[in-house]
């Protein structure tokens, strides 16, 4: 069936350092995939995507790793910050031609100063 | 930056009321999409939309939803006849030709 989750409900971190989400797909057929973060009462940003056909894609203090073998996805930031607090959603677009995410559980990410 | 933009923030409705909720999408944008996410819940899919007509729908947009694109910028949801399970934040999102969908700020549906 088509379903995205993630292993971890929370993640707490220090101030500085790194931060790794994961998250495991379901649906070996997705060629697409996205890393979204959503803050209280807003709407999921755009932070990363990657294709299929790649294993690592960087941005501005944020990677995200695809595994194939094992449908596995991670975002990884770097530094984090206070303001990277929020709830960290992957999605993924099975095959179709509309281009529909199927968005996984979400991880909070709470950072102490 | 050009952002998709939803109205109103916030609807409260009576159960059997219809309510319709608006969205501008990002101007060049070609593909459309309503999502919803129940309170503390992940995002779920509802509609796809493209050249004016339903591209896919889930489970959950059963008879009581509609989607139109009325003019050439706002494209709205409709709930005929709201149920108290309707009461979620319901989220526009749109893009361009490639993937990367870029969500609104979402309309907070209460529905009593």
């Known amino acids: 069936g088509e379903s995205v989750g993630l292993h971890l409900p929370t993640l707490s971190v220090q101030e500085g350092d790194n931060s790794i989400i994961n998250c495991a797909y379901s649906?070996?057929?997705?060629?697409?995939f996205i890393w979204y973060k959503q803050e209280s009462g807003k709407g999921p940003q755009f932070i990363i995507d990657?294709?299929?056909?790649?294993d690592k894609r960087q941005g501005q203090r944020v990677t995200v790793l695809l595994n194939k073998t094992v449908k596995h996805l991670s975002l990884q930031i770097a530094a984090t910050q206070p303001g990277d607090s929020a709830v960290y959603f992957c999605?993924?677009?099975?095959?179709?031609?509309?281009?529909?995410?199927?968005f996984g559980q979400g991880t909070t990410l709470q950072v102490k100063p | 930056e050009p952002e998709v933009t939803q109205t109103p923030s916030h609807q409260v409705t009576q159960m059997g009321q219809e309510v319709i909720l608006r969205c501008v999408p990002i101007?060049?944008?070609?593909?459309f999409y309503w999502y919803r996410q129940i309170l503390g819940q992940k995002v779920e899919f509802l509609v796809s939309?493209?050249?004016?007509?339903?591209?896919?729908k889930s489970e959950i947009f059963d008879d009581q939803f509609s989607v139109e694109r009325p003019d050439g910028s706002n494209f709205t949801l409709k709930i005929r006849s709201t149920k108290l399970e309707d009461s979620a934040m319901y989220f526009c999102?749109?893009?361009?030709?490639?993937?990367?969908?870029?969500f609104g700020p979402g309309t907070r549906l209460t529905v009593t």
């Open positions: 990657i294709r299929s056909n790649m």
């Open positions: 101007s060049n944008h070609l593909y």
């Open positions: 999102a749109s893009r361009k030709l490639l993937y990367e969908q870029y």
């Open positions: 939309f493209y050249n004016n007509e339903i591209s896919e």
């Open positions: 999605a993924e677009n099975p095959p179709s031609n509309t281009g529909k995410l199927i």
């Open positions: 649906n070996s057929a997705s060629d697409y």
